[in-house]
C-alpha cells in the first residue's frame, strides 16, 4: 500500500473527519429524504422498503463529507511534507 492511501486511511479515520461527517448527513440526508419521498411522506405510506433507503440515503453525505474532508487533510499533510 502506498504512503498517500496509508496517509488517506489514517485520515479517513480522523475523530473530526467522522463527526463533521456525521453532522453534514443529519442535516443534509432529511433533505434528500423529503425530497425523494414526498409523497410517500405526505400519504403517510411508510413501508420497510422506504425506511431502508432512508437508513442508505444517510450514506451518501457522510460518504462525500467524509472522503472530501480526508482528502483535504491528506493534501494538506503531503504537500507540507
Do not use: G, Q, W
Amino acid at each position: 500500500m502506498s504512503y498517500r492511501v496509508k496517509v488517506f486511511c489514517r485520515n479517513l479515520a480522523r475523530k473530526d473527519t467522522i463527526f463533521r461527517a456525521l453532522k453534514f448527513a443529519f442535516i443534509v440526508a432529511p433533505v434528500l429524504i423529503f425530497i425523494n419521498h414526498y409523497d410517500s411522506i405526505i400519504a403517510f405510506n411508510l413501508s420497510d422498503k422506504f425506511y431502508l433507503k432512508s437508513i442508505l440515503t444517510f450514506f451518501v453525505p457522510f460518504s462525500l463529507s467524509a472522503i472530501s474532508s480526508a482528502l483535504a487533510y491528506t493534501e494538506d499533510e503531503l504537500s507540507s511534507r
